[in-house]
């Protein structure tokens, strides 16, 4: 029962924050959505420790395409930073506003960028490309997400100081078209750098957010120095370049880390 604790753990946390904004909000939607992002992640952490292979695909396929049809497409919500940004301007806090705070400002300080692991609906189509270990060594152009990210917020500031007209029909417009964008720039730079997670190192703004906050993640993957004999497997089958053998919050790609597990995977001595 012991090792079932961070699946049951992880519900816990989801239904907590399901249950009160249900309450608060007093709207029963937040309760289905958020009971259903938590059941889905818990699952693919339990199915992980049966040691199903792909466990963390499921967790990703159940979440992301949930947020990307039913959220995105059917209910007209625009879920990406636009929409974060959107409804902040606006002074609403539903939708993408919530599930900003939830999963990419305030929960990594808890689950790190467990978002980029098991529910983001790009990297859900991202992973499935050849090169699931970085086959190049990494390019120094992260400051391109600071270019996306401003974009971003310019992009929706002029919607409202233009006064544009019909701005819930442009927003979900903007959610479509940004992740036809979004897709195929990832898959191009996957295919360029022989990288699945390039899109995710250079160019996704959410990291903006994401970065600093996973800094503080209480849940990191660490390292027993005494079983770990520097084999270097587990650099070797890491999709963001993380040294995981240094366990220090400033370790190099540290705030990269998706949880994925690969590396705890393929450790041939149980060190992580
Ligand atoms: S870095 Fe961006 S695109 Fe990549 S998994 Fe995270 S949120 Fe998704
Ligand atoms: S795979 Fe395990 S033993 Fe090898 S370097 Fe990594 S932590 Fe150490
Ligand atoms: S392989 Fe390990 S260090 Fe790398 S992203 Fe996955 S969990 Fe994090």
């Given at each position: ?231 270097g497997k587990c650099k070797k089958v890491c999709p963001m370049d993380v040294d995981v053998t240094d366990n220090s919050r400033k370790r190099k790609n540290g705030t990269e880390c998706i949880l994925c597990f690969e590396c705890v995977k393929n450790c041939p001595k149980n060190a992580l």
């Amino acid at each position: 029962m012991k090792k079932y604790m961070l699946p049951l753990f992880m519900l816990a946390i989801f239904e907590t924050v399901a249950v009160t904004l249900w309450l608060t909000q007093n709207n029963p939607f937040y309760f289905f959505n958020f009971s259903y992002i938590g059941i889905s992640v818990s699952l693919g952490v339990f199915l992980y420790i049966r040691n199903y292979k792909h466990a963390r695909r499921v967790a990703q396929l159940l979440v992301g395409l949930y947020m990307l049809v039913y959220l995105g497409m059917i209910c007209g919500e625009n879920m990406q930073i636009e929409g974060f940004w959107y409804y902040l301007f606006t002074g609403v806090f539903e939708a993408a506003t919530i599930h900003y705070a939830v999963a990419k400002i305030f929960g990594p300080l808890i689950f790190g960028r467990g978002w980029c692991g098991y529910a983001c609906w790009t990297a859900m189509v991202l992973d499935f490309l050849p090169y699931k270990a970085p086959e190049a060594p990494r390019k120094k152009i992260g400051w391109i997400r600071y270019v996306t990210f401003a974009g971003s917020l310019v992009f929706v500031a002029a919607l409202f100081l233009t006064h544009v007209g019909n701005l819930e029909k442009i927003m979900f417009y903007a959610f479509l078209i940004g992740n036809v964008i979004y897709y195929a720039v990832g898959i191009a730079l996957a295919f360029a750098f022989r990288d699945n997670r390039a899109f995710c190192k250079y160019i996704c703004p959410v990291t903006v957010f994401l970065k600093p906050m996973s800094y503080f993640s209480l849940l990191r993957i660490q390292c027993d120095q005494n079983k770990c004999v520097s084999c270097g497997k587990c650099k070797k089958v890491c999709p963001m370049d993380v040294d995981v053998t240094d366990n220090s919050r400033k370790r190099k790609n540290g705030t990269e880390c998706i949880l994925c597990f690969e590396c705890v995977k393929n450790c041939p001595k149980n060190a992580l």
